[in-house]
């Protein structure tokens, strides 16, 4: 596989990696490779995953959280966690859901937004990985436009009463700790809400096609009472959640960029060993012209990964800067999973081949954090300097 992999960097991009980033990059495919790939089938098929094992792993390796900095965290550059990101979705995007989730999106809501107490109390768990945490933003009717949220919090002498759902949480059912996004007359504020509080459930949403390795769930709040203490001080309004949505998206970024990978170096794989016509169709026009095509738009993501990781690392990078990245990697992402596929053919749609449960997982992919026309809108404002929204 490696060969595969050396023959997709047409454009020499791993020359650029320096020893410690590619002592990084080595060290998280070797577990991917060990304990993550050989299992992931099974866990798509049967709808499970071992998660709070997994995520103690995650933390002995040093992932979750690994772009901030203290409290157990690596401190880590950006663009090291990219990398992280891209060799765990090359197995799964559940998986990086799952990396992704915790350390950009819990983890980063305390770090960012929480008390000294909070974060001492909080984060040296979950970057271990013996805490896990959710967060909760999107409602059964509130998804792209977070603002028309239902679930409020009223204050209650010195304690709030939350009262509201949330939906399509990952990790939701798994968590000690869920960042809770909710009205309140002073604005929108988050919420540590911990697990065994009275009134807070959760409820897993089953049938799943898409991310069948990753815990979704629903979030009830029926009349949960949470300390002052558990409300994050410096979250005032709808900036704060979706901060931590912008730092989660570059994540994604990178991530697909793995997912597409996989499925391109499988299906090329294949097609040096399928024969028809008493040749392997690797050698066939159509089959070269699919095969380019995929590799260049592959490079393309790569590229603007490493662009977006450049900017991000030197405190530069903007919203609109990550939703391009997300519009664009999403996307390409997707499209190489489908093309590859048919290059399988009917090979291609069982889960011996990896390229169309990366196709699916991408499907949910390209709807959450941010669905695909909210990030046109995003860079139709910046670029018409006109807001679309309403």
């Known amino acids: 596989m490696n060969d595969v992999l050396d023959r997709l960097d047409l454009l020499d991009l791993d020359d650029d990696l320096d020893h410690e980033d590619r002592l990084l990059r080595d060290t998280v495919r070797k577990f991917a490779d060990d304990r993550l790939r050989p299992n992931i089938q099974k866990w798509f098929e049967d709808g499970t995953l071992p998660a709070r094992e997994l995520a103690q792993e995650f933390g002995a390796l040093g992932v979750l959280g690994m772009h901030l900095d203290g409290y157990g965290c690596q401190g880590a550059k950006a663009s090291q966690y990219g990398l992280v990101c891209a060799e765990v979705e090359s197995v799964d995007s559940g998986l990086r859901s799952l990396v992704s989730v915790q350390g950009s999106l819990a983890m980063y809501s305390i770090y960012a937004y929480g008390s000294e107490e909070q974060k001492q109390s909080w984060l040296p768990g979950m970057a271990k990985g013996e805490l896990i945490g959710c967060f909760g933003l999107t409602e059964p009717d509130s998804g792209s436009d977070p603002g028309s949220m239902r679930t409020r919090a009223v204050r209650d002498g010195g304690d709030w009463i939350l009262s509201g759902n949330k939906m399509w949480i990952t990790n939701g059912s798994l968590s000690d700790v869920a960042v809770v996004w909710a009205r309140t007359d002073e604005g929108v504020r988050g919420f540590l809400v911990e697990k065994g509080m009275p009134g807070f459930t959760t409820q897993d949403v089953h049938h799943k096609i898409s991310l069948r390795a990753s815990v979704t769930s629903e979030l009830i709040l029926d009349d949960v009472r949470v300390p002052e203490a558990n409300r994050l001080p410096e979250a005032a309004g709808l900036k704060a959640p979706l901060g ?59 590229l603007t990964a490493r662009r977006l990781g450049e900017l991000k690392d030197a405190g530069r990078i903007s919203p609109h800067q990550v939703s391009f990245g997300k519009f664009s990697n999403v996307s390409a992402a997707l499209a190489i999973c489908r093309e590859a596929r048919s290059i399988l053919g009917g090979s291609g749609i069982t889960t011996e081949y990896p390229a169309l449960r990366h196709a699916v997982n991408l499907e949910t992919v390209y709807t959450y954090e941010g669905t695909h026309e909210v990030h046109t809108l995003v860079l139709g404002s910046q670029l018409t300097g006109l807001d679309a929204f309403r």
């Open 244 to 302: 931590c949505l912008t730092e989660a998206r570059f994540g994604i970024i990178w991530g697909v960029t793995g997912a597409a990978r996989d499925a391109l170096a499988a299906t090329l794989d294949y097609a040096g060993t399928r024969t028809q016509f008493g040749r392997p169709i690797a050698g066939f026009q159509l089959t070269q012209k699919k095969l380019a095509d995929m590799a260049v738009s592959l490079q393309h993501t790569q």
